[in-house]
Every structure is written in C-alpha cells, then in structure tokens.
T-cell receptor, first 110, second 114 residues
Framework: EDQVTQSPEALRLQEGESSSLNCSYT??????LFWYRQDPGKGPEFLFT???AGEEKEKERLKATLTKKESFLHITAPKPEDSATYLC???????????FGEGTQLTVNP | NAGVTQTPKFQVLKTGQSMTLQCAQD?????MYWYRQDPGMGLRLIYY???????DKGEVPNGYNVSRLNKREFSLRLESAAPSQTSVYFC?????????????FGSGTRLTVV
C-alpha cells in the first residue's frame, strides 16, 4: 500500500527566512511524485511533478527535489503570499490514483 | 478555458436525502477523478474514470455512485446521505503536457449532512 507522510504539520516563518518541507513516501514503482499548493477554500493547485531520484524542479521561490525515499520542497526567501497548505502525492505503477499526504500548513509572517 | 468546474459550491443535506455533484472539464482530458478531503485524512479517491464509458472504484467508494456522462462530464451521486459523508469533494482531471503532467482540480463542493 502506498504511503505518504509530510512533516512538519505546520510551519511558521518570517518573511525571507528560508526553509524546507519534507515528504517521505513508500510506493512500489514510483510513476510520479507531485507537489500541490492549496489555499483556504480552494482546490489544490499543481506545482511540480518529479519522476526519478536526483530530479529537481524550480518555480519562483520554490524548488522541489527527489530521492528514492523522500522529496523536499525548498522555499527560498518566502513572502506572505506563499502562505498555504502544501500537499505531496505519489502515483504508483497502476497509474490510476494519487496517494496524498496530509499536508504542511505554511504561514509566512511579514 | 475554465478548467474543471464543480457545482454546487455548498450544500446542506438531511440524512437520507440524495443529491448529485456535477463536474465538467473543458480541456479534452480522458481521465477524471472524485476525491474527498477530510481533516487529518488528506485527500482520498472515491471513484475515477480512465476514459469515457469506464468507471472504477477508488479507496472509499461505499455510499457513492458515479456516471461518466460524456468526455466532459463526471458526476458523483449520494443515494442516501449520511453524516459521515460530510466533507469537501473535489473533482479532478489528468493533465499531460510534454514531460510534465499532473492533475487539475476544481474548486470543490462543501457538503454538510445533518
């Protein structure tokens, strides 16, 4: 059974204070690891897909990395508008479903 | 290009009532999904449709039925609502864009069963 664990559950940062969010996973045959951002009252918004260990992707202040057991979402010099819940999900070999973690709620104070 | 549209946005039902949640996508995607999101549980797959004319159960299908009406539309029906079905429901479709693919989600339906 695929499993995804995200840590920490909640993270408070000051504006400009860089940090990382962790996503640990177990899946037999990873087809893709996904990062999403979710704002209150909204649906998840797609950020990145990573396919294999060693892969990295960047978008503005966000950088996602992948190893065989975990993924990190690095946030460099965050701004208050980066405040959101960040969700990690994996897709196994069946390709028919995503297994989500519970998310990390990020708050960036000005 | 609206993406994935869900209706209604909010709904309150009494126990035992039935209702259908509607979802439509305008991106010509083959695969569509229904998830529910509950505090402390994350997003869980209810049903999915890999292509028009096919549907399959996900992780938590009990108490739900689905219909893939055509390529654009995928509806979720609660035949006899229960308080345990109080949740936020999200519809999604699968995006394939070159070397990068993901899932596009709707804005959700917030359902309360009393």
């Amino acid at each position: 059974e695929d499993q995804v664990t995200q840590s920490p559950e909640a993270l408070r940062l000051q504006e400009g204070e860089s940090s990382s969010l962790n996503c640990s996973y177990t899946v037999s045959g990873l087809r893709g690891l996904f990062w999403y951002r979710q704002d209150p009252g909204k649906g998840p918004e797609f950020l990145f897909t990573l396919y294999s260990a060693g892969e990295e992707k960047e978008k503005e202040r966000l950088k996602a990395t992948l190893t065989k057991k975990e993924s990190f979402l690095h946030i460099t010099a965050p701004k208050p508008e980066d405040s959101a819940t960040y969700l990690c999900a994996v897709q196994g070999p069946s390709g028919s479903r995503l297994t989500f973690g519970e998310g990390t709620q990020l708050t960036v104070n000005p | 290009n609206a993406g994935v549209t869900q209706t209604p946005k909010f709904q309150v039902l009494k126990t035992g009532q039935s209702m259908t949640l509607q979802c439509a996508q305008d991106m010509n995607h083959n695969s569509m999904y229904w998830y529910r999101q509950d505090p402390g549980m994350g997003l869980r797959l209810i049903y999915y449709s890999a292509s028009e004319g096919t549907t399959d159960k996900g992780e938590v299908p009990n108490g739900y039925n689905v219909s893939r009406l055509n390529k654009r539309e995928f509806s979720l029906r609660l035949e006899s609502a229960a308080p345990s079905q109080t949740s936020v429901y999200f519809c999604a479709s699968k995006v394939v864009k070159g070397s990068n693919y993901g899932y596009t989600f709707g804005s959700g339906t917030r359902l309360t069963v009393v």
